[in-house]
């Protein structure tokens, strides 16, 4: 391209028209051409004074080449603004190479522990746009095959981490608004992004979801009453006035939520998780009393009916004024259950719906702040109902928002404590969980020095560790290890598929454990090869090799932790990432071997 710039360009030359003689805009059409790439485009504006012109850093060229390359960033920018494009792009790629370093620098960093949230500090003082340093993760995710994994897990774990920081930013500052300007609907969607920091969960598009309902039930309302003043456009703004005007709006919603969308309560699966995150509540149409009662204030609110929320003990409620506003007497009002359906209640009414009876008090509105409180205390409990040994991520993420509302609360500090101290990460921010509780209330002196101690005494330990443990084959004391890792197997007695990723030459484990387990029923008892494999339902066992088989049709094993010890998947087998075969550096050719002896026939 360089030299047909630089040939004949003036019609005196004999050589036809040049490059340089064509049109600014069919110079840029040509130059935008997504077959050239930015080193083209360097190139071409080194050739003469004309091309330097048609590339120049805050032209439609440079634009392009950044539009091309990395499509999802042009929304950070104003068409108003004017943006060197070049520097654009040499920051952006920057960025790429540093969170290619970061990511490729973590499995090192962090594979014999949980990453810390301290293991982050290095990105937090990246000098580039965070924007930036989140689309190159999501490269790294979106990464097509089996290849990789490693980076993809690793990289999940920092853009969970990235995201969930900006919520919680989104969120105290959602807390410090006035009352009045505290959505409720915006705060049950902060909860659900916190917690599901890589779902495409955002305000404006769960908003409209809840405006086509509302729109559904303007239909349904127009047929029965054309000129309610909840058809007016912006009838959110105004209160509709008259208690049967109300009642009309409420049966409205009851008829497209109940009878034409099929919202209903989720008594059969009622601790699931997702019955809680709103974006959930509107895909699966069900959820508990508290997320659908969001949802109906929500649609009522936009309707100019002024529902409030009740802090009900055992069933969230909603409450609609029938006598003066503000009324403090309890029979003024009637409650609704959006879990039942809307259906309306009486004071006596909703005792019989949990079975006795409670003071006036349950019975007050309750403020943003508080129902938020709620949400996150379920979130808790079901966190404490679910969590496994081997992430605890939904108690960990409640705790963090729970603590974000209350920071003092020493009961949530404490149990976060322990989480951290039993998970064995981060023990410098245990002791200053810690040492925060003690300041908050001495009394809790006891457990408090009983965690410290320990803490540091990990610490310690932490200092000596001497690096990783290396298990060599050609050892006589595993001679009697028949699989390696890598290996898709299947359990003989219970059926499951798991990878191996580590293995010893006999039981590990403690007495409880092998008394627990049964180990001695077994024709080898413990003094076996037992191995460390992931299993395809998401947990970790710790497997007798005479319950071990391999597997005639091995497919890969959708495990969160994969990537933590594998690189690839070859469709046969995984192979071990840099960190596992340091460990065991003599399996990667057995496994290779084992493979091709096995499968190279199609069968066992």
């Not at 370093?101 to 960093?109: L, N, P, Y």
């Not at 039993?422 to 006891?446: F, M, N, R, T, Y």
């Not at 960190?579 to 084992?594: G, K, M, Q, S, V």
């Amino acid at each position: 391209m360089a030299a047909e710039a630089a040939g004949p360009a003036g019609p005196g030359s004999g050589g036809g028209t040049g490059l340089t003689d064509l049109p600014g805009e069919l110079l840029e059409l040509i130059l935008c051409c997504d077959v050239l790439g930015a080193a083209d485009i360097g190139r071409v504006s080194c050739t003469c004074r004309r091309l330097r012109e048609a590339c120049q850093p805050r032209g439609k060229v440079w634009r392009e080449r950044f539009r091309l390359r990395w499509p999802s960033l042009l929304k950070y920018y104003s068409h108003s603004d004017s943006v060197s494009w070049l520097e654009e792009y040499k920051a952006r790629h920057n960025a790429g190479l540093e969170a290619q370093r970061i990511v490729a620098s973590f499995s090192k960093r962090f594979f014999s522990e949980h990453v810390p949230c301290d293991g982050f500090s290095d990105i937090e003082t990246l000098g580039c746009p965070s924007h930036f340093f989140e689309d190159e993760l999501m490269c790294i995710l979106n990464m097509e095959g089996r290849k990789g994994l490693t980076w993809k897990y690793y990289a999940k774990k920092i853009l969970y981490f990235l995201r969930q920081q900006n919520i919680l930013k989104n969120l105290k500052e959602y807390l410090q608004r006035p009352t009045e300007r505290q959505s409720f609907l915006e705060g049950a969607v902060l909860i659900d992004q916190y917690c599901n920091p890589l779902s495409d969960i955002c305000l404006k598009s769960v908003q409209a979801q809840v405006d086509d309902i509302t729109d559904k039930v303007r239909k349904v309302l127009r047929t029965k009453n054309p000129r309610h003043p909840s058809l007016a456009s912006k009838a959110g703004e105004v209160l509709v006035p008259e208690v049967e005007l109300q009642r009309q709006v409420l049966d409205a919603m009851n008829c497209v939520l109940y009878e034409q969308l099929k919202y209903k309560g989720n008594e059969l699966d009622y601790y699931n998780s997702l019955n809680s995150y709103i974006h959930q509540v509107l895909i699966r149409r069900t959820g508990i009393p508290i997320s659908l009662s969001v949802l109906y204030l929500t649609i009522a609110r936009q309707l100019g009916v002024k529902l409030e929320p009740v802090n009900f003990p055992s069933h969230f409620l909603l409450r609609w004024c029938q006598g003066k506003e503000g009324s403090t007497d309890i029979f003024d009002y009637t409650y609704i259950d959006a879990f039942g359906k809307g259906k309306q209640l009486t004071v006596k009414e909703c005792e019989y719906l949990i079975g006795h009876h409670v003071t006036e008090e349950f019975y007050g509105v309750v403020t943003s702040k508080e129902v938020l409180q709620r949400m996150v205390g379920n979130l808790l409990n079901l966190g404490k109902r679910e969590s496994t040994d081997q992430s605890y991520q939904l108690l960990r993420d409640s705790l963090d928002l729970y603590l974000a509302m209350y920071p003092d609360n020493v009961q949530h500090l404490m149990l976060q404590a322990r989480l951290y101290f039993h998970l064995g990460i981060w023990p410098e921010k245990v002791l200053d969980i810690l040492q925060h509780i003690q300041a908050l209330d001495p009394s809790q002196h006891g457990a408090v020095g009983y965690l410290v101690q320990h803490t540091l005494e990990h610490i310690e330990r932490r200092k000596e560790e001497l690096g990783p443990e290396v298990k060599h084959r050609s050892d006589e004391k595993h001679k009697e290890v028949c699989f390696s890792i890598g290996l898709i197997m299947k359990h003989k007695r219970y059926g499951y598929n798991c990878v191996i990723y580590g293995w010893d030459p006999a039981c590990m484990m403690g007495h409880e454990w092998i008394r627990n387990m049964n180990v001695h029923s077994l024709p080898h008892g413990p003094h076996q090869p037992f191995y460390n494999v992931l299993v395809e339902d998401g947990s970790c066992r710790y497997a007798a090799q005479e319950n071990l088989e391999y597997n005639s049709e091995p497919r890969e094993i959708p495990h969160p932790d994969i990537g933590r010890y594998f690189s690839e998947f070859t469709g046969l087998h995984y192979l071990a990432n840099t960190e596992l075969e340091i460990r065991y550096p003599e399996d990667l050719e057995l496994t290779r071997a084992t493979v091709q002896k096995i499968y190279s026939s199609g069968k066992e």
